[in-house]
């Protein structure tokens, strides 16, 4: 029997726990994934992401609401003839949630824009902007400021005669106009991933970019006046690859910032966390990792003196990636990491600290679910207990480095936003399912993680092998979504004949080429995406042993 428990059960019970714990999968027949989650101010949760089981055209924006014990309550999907996601919810003082998104259904040239709103509680879209600018964007991060106005970040191409990628920031009322707006860019590509707001009011946009001569992602930090006033800009450098995550304000000033280094470490990847007070001095920065890859993603405050980092594991856990929890200190002291998840993959987009003292989870699950991909959520207590008999700890090691930094202009691109009213057709789904991974009413009926036969429906035989796991723990794929190319990093362990092939949603081979990958080694390979539309691809990965698929999104154009 393997060590830990998979329980799925339909019927959700209700927890007699003070600090709630479940882990739960939601989703249609197809592919579904949480990009963002809250908890409301009923104590229950709101999870929102993109599914392709509705009736609209590609992916279709999805709502779901989560009782405090896991159990399904209601959902809501919008969607036009392309593909929508929500990529962030924020709550409001007056208990609405604002929420950020990009769709590719209703631009006149079919690109990706920029959508935002404002939903009550019931799941009713009170108002919802586009945005009207030529070329495609993605949205990346949405927050409430302290002013009671809106700040939201992201990337796009249609901002200056290059045609290249660049970082907007956009500042709007709860009404949804905009007070200003402006775009900034360096030389070939930018993205913001997150945004934050210091003590003193000063505005933090978090990315990466396109070294023009090393031809590897950098970090890069903005700080922003109130008024949208550039104040400076720091790019911070390895030997390889540096990409952003998630991004909060530090209470003593400053800001605290999530990602994954390949150049410091442990591992071939780590997740590292940096302070940065108001001047853009690194007060610490630290690499947490083990031998193959972690990834930082979100940031969350537990308390006054700690904060989650949610992310993915490829090290430790129950196989393939997993879904990553580390608790760190203000100085960056490591209290405990922890990985939840089954044989395949299990990710995270998305933290939020609970009024319980727990933390909420938010992202997919390959390993279980009814669908391709399920949307899941882990609902920690304040312990850190996930509600499965097995939680896979693991001693990382704390590495302290440093970046080679560096200060740079950004060229102001446009300060000339513009944004339109937008209504959505609802869409339906004939099937939507919600299952327990782990039931807490459960465990106490369990010795020795053995699994109870009168609650658990699910055949280990339908499982995919350890070996395919693994195979998917020693890949990586990134960015994505992407402007252009894509880097799929990739460890063998003998001489393997390598199968790389871009497929669109049809399953028609745009792109493929075969190559022998020599030796024990982590390979770094280039895959051009320069000449494909807007949408969703899949990048198909197969040795003579092993085949993976993974979801790919080109958001515009990079020629």
Not at 198 to 217: K, M, P, R, V
Not at 401 to 421: A, G, P, R, Y
Request: proline content about 2%; charged content about 20%; hydrophobic content about 35%.
């Amino acid at each position: 029997m393997k060590n830990y428990l998979y329980i799925f059960c339909l019927i959700l019970l209700p927890s007699i726990c003070s600090s709630q714990k479940f882990q739960g999968t939601y989703g249609t027949a197809q592919d579904d994934a949480f990009n963002s989650v809250i908890e409301l101010p009923d104590g229950n949760f709101l999870a929102a992401g993109h599914s392709s089981g509705f009736t609209g055209g590609g992916d279709d924006l999805i709502f779901y609401k989560i009782s405090v014990n896991g159990e399904f309550l209601e959902q809501k999907a919008l969607g036009g003839t392309g593909s929508e996601t929500i990529e962030e919810l924020t709550l409001l003082d007056n208990g609405n949630i604002a929420f950020l998104g990009y769709s590719n259904s209703f631009s006149q040239a079919g690109d990706f824009n920029l959508f935002y709103g404002v939903l009550s509680q019931d799941l009713e879209v009170i108002w919802c902007k586009q945005t009207t600018n030529t070329g495609s964007e993605s949205a990346r991060d949405l927050k409430i400021l302290s002013d009671q106005n809106l700040l939201i970040t992201g990337a796009g191409n249609g901002y200056g005669t290059d045609g290249t990628q660049d970082i907007f920031v956009i500042k709007s009322d709860l009404e949804g106009e905009i007070i200003w707006s402006k775009a900034f860019g360096l030389t070939d590509y930018e993205v913001s991933l997150s945004c934050a707001e210091d003590i003193a009011g000063n505005l933090y946009i978090w990315g990466h970019c396109l070294s023009e001569f090393t031809q590897q992602y950098d970090g890069l930090l903005m700080q922003i006046n109130p008024d949208g006033e550039l104040n400076w800009t720091k790019i911070f450098a390895g030997v390889n690859n540096e990409l952003a995550g998630g991004a909060i304000a530090h209470p003593d000033g400053g800001v605290l910032v999530t990602g994954d280094t390949s150049s410091f470490g442990a591992g071939l990847i780590d997740c590292f966390v940096m302070h940065v007070d108001v001047d853009g001095t690194v007060i610490w920065s630290n690499a947490y990792g083990s031998d193959l890859h972690e990834h930082g993603t979100a940031l969350s405050f537990h308390g006054n003196e700690s904060f989650f980092v949610g992310g993915l594991s490829g090290s430790f856990g129950g196989g393939g990636l997993d879904m990553l929890s580390l608790l760190i200190d203000l100085e960056g002291i490591l209290k405990y990491g922890q990985a939840y998840g089954g044989p395949i993959k299990e990710t995270c987009y998305d933290v939020h600290s609970c009024s319980d003292g727990g933390a909420i989870f938010a992202g997919y699950s390959r390993s279980y679910g009814e669908g391709f991909n399920s949307g899941f959520l882990t609902k920690l207590d304040i312990n850190g207990a996930s509600g499965c008999a097995q939680a896979y700890g693991h001693v990382l090691e704390t590495n302290t480095f440093e970046f080679e930094q560096s200060n740079t202009n950004m060229e102001l691109k446009t300060e000339n936003i513009n944004v339109e009213d937008l209504e959505m057709d609802e869409v339906v789904t004939s099937y939507v399912h919600a299952a327990y991974v782990c039931e807490i009413n459960y465990l106490t009926e369990m010795e020795d993680n053995e699994q109870n036969p009168n609650s658990n429906p699910f055949n280990e035989e339908d499982l995919p092998t350890l070996e395919a796991a693994d195979f998917e723990s020693k890949m990586l794929l990134y960015p994505n979504p992407t402007a252009g190319d894509v880097w799929l990093e990739i460890t063998t362990e003998k001489d393997e004949t390598l199968d790389l092939a871009v497929l669109d949603v049809n399953g028609r081979t745009l792109w493929s080429n075969r190559m022998l990958l020599e030796g024990k080694w982590m390979h770094k390979l280039n895959i051009p995406l320069h000449d494909l539309e807007s949408g969703v691809y899949f990048v198909s990965i197969e040795t003579t042993e092993n085949q993976s698929i993974k979801r790919l999104i080109v958001d515009h154009y990079n020629d």
